[in-house]
């Protein structure tokens, strides 16, 4: 691969916002400074434009193997490029789940050929695979996921004393799902009596309710802090469960951290009526009030990460009755561009969002040069117009599924470039004929 340099940058990294060149030399960052110059790279200039960190997602659920009618890892991956995604950690809840070590290695095999964005994945946790969990490597992936309610692919783990030996038996950071199921199951039964199948997608919120969150999560921290497992609690989506971590210490001697995802950022349940179970998510898109108690949480650092939990099902599925109506959507082509609208409308700054995309989990998941500008660090970035105008619409969507909850929305910005290990993986529209992905690496 040839140099790359790209002059006229506004970077955006480490709580700067500075003009500046970077010069890419293969897989790397080079070099970093006000004026380059190289006869031998390829000059790109952007004018002006935003240079971000490329974004890591630590939760996409991209369906292979088993459920590629929904999604691949070749279209999802692809899609996240375009939206400024250059790492991305799947999840365990395929079929066959990934929950041996040879799963987990097929996985890593299709991702190798197909995947357009660096790649790990999660090992599932479950009631009987403790043994298998025990002879992973601690750097072999990015960490384990446990679903604490059942969701998507049930693999919930309901076996008190299991917990408790896998939260004592792995050195990696332990992923969470936290919903009480016996909550949710009484909350279900009772509307699914006054209504059959067909219950009022409005109460999703009160089915999957704010005390079975704040039940789950809490108990999950009560047994980390017990055993001294780091344990990461994903989507919270509730006002009351924010106030069960912390941002007294830095992020990295935390033990407990939290992650919150863009749909819980963007949407309340006022959106059901016009959206329907295209908002149906596990946990639930809920309050205005908890949306904004996430917004308060997330910007005084008790939650760590901004991720997209993106979960794609076709149309026709999200269209059956609630109890049979899949929860997830699709979300990773515009969830950069989604948070930058909110940064423009001053709801976050360019800095703080790059920290909790970029910078945190990186940190988070002891991730080996990536999620800075860095000189010697991998060359994962993304190029952002503030002066475009990017309307989602059924023509420019990617997902395999063919939608999103986002379409009709006009965005203030839009993606132009992204770079992954150097390569220009996408290019106003056109993606490289090659692909420059590469597996994960950790520092643990």
């Not at 946790?125 to 309610?149: M, Y």
Request: charged share 25%.
């Amino acid at each position: 691969m040839s140099k790359i340099l790209l002059k006229n940058a506004k970077i955006v990294n480490e709580n700067r916002v500075f003009e500046s060149d970077v010069l890419l030399d293969g897989n790397y960052i080079s070099r970093i400074d006000s004026a380059i110059s190289d006869a031998n790279a390829k000059v790109i200039d952007l004018n002006g434009d935003l240079l971000l960190p490329g974004i890591i997602d630590d939760q996409v659920h991209f369906r292979e193997p088993g459920l590629t009618h929904k999604g691949t890892i070749a279209t999802e991956s692809r899609a996240a490029i375009a939206g400024g995604i250059t790492t991305y950690m799947e999840q365990p809840n395929t079929n066959p789940q990934t929950t041996t070590i040879e799963k987990l290695e097929e996985k890593m095999a299709i991702a190798a050929k197909d995947s357009f964005a660096n790649y790990s994945f999660l090992f599932g946790g479950t009631n009987d695979n403790l043994e298998e969990l025990k002879r992973l490597d601690k750097n072999a992936c990015s960490g384990v996921k446990l679903f604490l309610g059942s969701s998507t692919g049930n693999m919930l783990v309901d076996n008190e004393e299991v917990l408790e030996k896998i939260f004592s038996n792995t050195e990696m950071v332990i992923s969470a799902h936290c919903e009480d199921e016996g909550t949710i199951r009484a909350n279900l039964a009772k509307y699914k009596e006054m209504y059959g199948d067909d219950i009022p997608i409005e109460l999703h919120p009160i089915i999957r309710s704010a005390e079975a969150c704040y039940l789950s999560s809490s108990k999950a921290i009560a047994l980390a802090k017990k055993t001294g497992a780091r344990l990461h609690v994903f989507h919270l989506s509730t006002g009351i469960e924010t106030d069960l971590f912390t941002n007294t210490i830095p992020l990295e001697k935390k033990k407990i951290t939290a992650e919150v995802c863009i749909h819980h950022l963007w949407f309340s349940d006022e959106d059901y009526a016009e959206k329907g179970t295209l908002i149906k998510w596990n946990p639930a898109v809920k309050t205005k009030t908890d949306r904004e108690q996430l917004w308060k949480a997330l910007l005084d650092d008790r939650i760590d990460v901004v991720a997209t939990d993106h979960a794609p099902h076709t149309l026709e599925e999200k269209d059956h009755p609630y109890t049979s109506a899949p929860s997830g959507g699709p979300l990773v082509q515009h969830a950069l561009l989604a948070m930058l609208q909110k940064e423009s409308e001053g709801v976050i700054s360019l800095e703080k969002m790059v920290e909790k995309m970029c910078h945190n989990p990186a940190k988070l998941f002891d991730i080996d040069r990536r999620g800075f500008i860095r000189e010697g660090y991998y060359a994962d970035l993304v190029q952002v117009n503030r002066n475009t105008q990017y309307e989602v619409k059924k023509a420019n969507i990617l997902y395999k599924c063919g939608w999103s909850p986002f379409e009709g929305v006009t965005f203030g910005s839009k993606v132009v470039r992204t770079f992954v290990n150097g390569l220009l993986a996408y290019d106003n529209g056109n993606f490289a004929p090659t692909k420059n992905a590469m597996r994960l690496t950790f520092n643990r």
